[in-house]
T-cell receptor, first 120, second 108 residues
Framework: GAVVSQHPSRVICKSGTSVKIECRSL??????MFWYRQFPKQSLMLMAT?????????EQGVEKDKFLINHASLTLSTLTVTSAHPEDSSFYIC????????????????FGNGTRLTVT | KNEVEQSPQNLTAQEGEFITINCSYS?????LHWLQQHPGGGIVSLFM???GKKKHGRLIATINIQEKHSSLHITASHPRDSAVYIC??????????FGTGTQLKVEL
């Protein structure tokens, strides 16, 4: 089945540094990937939609200059948390689909295993 | 009020019990997804539904579009089914809206 690889799985960084998270679709092309954030005991929240070859679409309240998204190829999207602060500590997870959501297929959603970011 | 509501929030069951998790939504959707999130955080897509009923092994998912309601059933539950089960809907623009999840614990 389709696999999405996310790296790293866990990262600890100092306040003020930047952290890059990669999301790769291993056996399918994804024109669109999604980035989510999940705080402890809370639901997943969509941060942004990553579009290959064009600018990402950010959800309301998500700072595009702080969370830089690059989707340079059909199999790779990256999320960079710039000038990280302790309040950015969270679980970040990406998803991708080989086809538009809600259009045919059985379970077209494929998630990475997530990245647990801790900013000290 | 959240656009996607799940119940119960927490559920403890004994091995072998039949389990039902409910999801209600208040917006128009093109599809509804049931997801399973393990303690480490990884998420697995269980079902995508736009109508009717689907079955995979011991899992059954149903949706009633008119009532804007879906249920996830687990038959013959097992401790390995312990996880957070999340309902999510696809609305306009291919975006997912998530429910708050149901924490399931199945005990021996």
């Amino acid at each position: 089945g389709a696999v999405v690889s996310q790296h790293p799985s866990r990262v600890i960084c100092k306040s003020g540094t930047s952290v890059k998270i990669e999301c790769r679709s291993l056996d399918f092309q994804a024109t669109t990937m999604f980035w989510y954030r999940q705080f402890p005991k809370q639901s997943l929240m969509l941060m942004a939609t990553s579009n290959e070859g064009s600018k990402a679409t950010y959800e309301q309240g998500v700072e595009k200059d702080k969370f830089l998204i690059n989707h340079a190829s059909l199999t790779l999207s990256t999320l960079t948390v710039t000038s990280a602060h302790p309040e950015d500590s969270s679980f970040y997870i990406c998803s991708a689909s080989p086809q538009p959501l809600g259009v045919g297929g059985d379970s077209p959603l494929h998630f990475g295993n997530g990245t647990r970011l801790t900013v000290t | 009020k959240n656009e996607v509501e799940q119940s119960p929030q927490n559920l403890t069951a004994q091995e072998g019990e039949f389990i039902t998790i409910n999801c209600s939504y208040s917006v128009g959707i093109s599809a509804l997804h049931w997801l399973q999130q393990h303690p480490g955080g990884g998420i697995v897509s269980l079902f995508m539904l736009s109508s009717g009923k689907k079955k995979h092994g011991r899992l059954i998912a149903t949706i009633n579009i008119q009532e804007k309601h879906s249920s996830l059933h687990i038959t013959a539950s097992h401790p390995r089914d312990s996880a957070v089960y999340i309902c999510a809907v696809t609305g306009g623009g291919n975006k997912l809206t998530f429910g708050t999840g149901t924490q399931l614990k199945v005990e021996l």
